[in-house]
């Protein structure tokens, strides 16, 4: 069974009456990585947001199915939704000054969601806690724990919200442009990251991104997103190599190519 | 934060340091008994044994006023923590939940904030009846929509940044992300909000009093010694000015401290 699977999901704002989804098909198989690629406004982070259930359902109108492990999340009611969220399935932001509490300790983000969803003692927690923090290479740990947010840079504060989301071991990770609000170098640090965990603990990574590069360093499929529609779908190498989609080649060319020294 | 450079915060620590110091001491000693009269003693001027002088009844002054600043203190503080309860628990939900529930509350919330407030606790005053523990009640529910406002606004913001998405998308419940996450962070907002509200509620406190609703005599409080005072303005100014005086100090250490918060967080 596919770990994920969207059929024909439909997202209307009631609000604007826009439809920022049309008709999206997206399969994912457990451990799978994929990219979805597409321009600011394409409906990427709206499709992202509706399988993770952020959207609020007042304001939005969606149709279709996002089965996760066979169990439609659009029909889930809220609290059968928190009980997977988190546990089967964590998220990963765009901007890591932000997304994680500035008046917590950042070990104790990182064991929330094992409050939340375990019955784990104290000590065990900040156990695991640890494990994972060093896990996603922060250094001496036992620190970093102790420290608010504000103190650690912004490459360790993204480690650390990969920490919070995969101290759980979830099935599925989302990161919504995981490097986009980081230095070059350290967006590469991210990318390896992610994927070493991936293979390491068979996590599925969904990655949205509008930089075709960063999804061709980790993802091993791609799916293309252009008005709210998938419009190439395929292995990354061949997209890559051999874009069919008119949309995919500008953005393909829109990638800035290294200058060469003669 | 370097509070040390802030002069609004120092001098407001300083003066509120001050009356605290005071009013602590003067809850286990005052040089004399605040309500014993002396017939052989009115309306002394200040003088080595009774500094701030004595009232017509020929009670010291200076116990008085230490006795008065104590009550309005207690009273004013504990308006402000029933407003602020009240506030946080009624800004919070409508803050967070939004919607419908938020429009009916806080248009609610205005038309208790359009009557002038001295108004509304004269009818609440009316209702209870007078003395010192209706007046906490009447103020305190007055002082529920302004707290209930600061901290609607600021929940309503906090909502939208990612940290508390991210709690939600850990499967948090409501409750755990409104009380564990959104609070702590809108404190450094609230503040100022709570040392301005104190000093609204001394000033109202004081009012109440002066207008003969709140303490009742022989008990001593700044606004009732006041009233007291104006009485004999010209022959023993130094009655009203040492109430008047108190007060002023009492307002002024809590509005500088607000002022030198909002000062750090603002430029934070």
Redesign the interface.
Known sequence: MALLDIRDLHVTFLSTGKEAVRGVDLTMEPGQRLGLVGESGSGKTVTAMAL???IER?NVNMTGQVLFEGRDLLACSRSQ???????D???V???PM???????KVGRQVE??LK??TDLSAGQRRARALEAMEQVGLRSPERTYEKYPHQLSGGQRQRA?IA?AMVIRPKLLICDEPTTALDVTVQAQILSLLRSISEEFGVAIFLISHDLSVVRRLCESVCVMYKGAIVERGDTDRVFNDPRDEYTRRLIAAIPKRKRHE | MKIKHNKNFTAGAIITAFMLAVILIGMVWTPYDPNAMSGAERMLAPCPSHPLGTDNFGRDILSRVVEGAGATFVIAAATVAIGLAAGLVVGGLTGYYGGWLDEVVMRFNDAVAAFPSILLALVLIALFGSGKYNIILALGLLFIPSFARVVRSEVARQKSLDYVAGARLMGAGDMRILFLHILPNIIPVLLPSVAIGFNNAVLAEASMSYLSVGVQPPDASLGRMLNEAQGYLLTAPWYALSAGVAIILLVLGFGLLSEGMGGEYGAA
Do not use: C, D, Y
């Open positions: 993770s259930g952020l007042w939704l928190r009980a997977v969220q988190g546990k399935i964590g998220v932001f765009q901007e932000t997304s994680l509490n500035p008046l917590m929330e969601v939340i969803h919200v919070s």
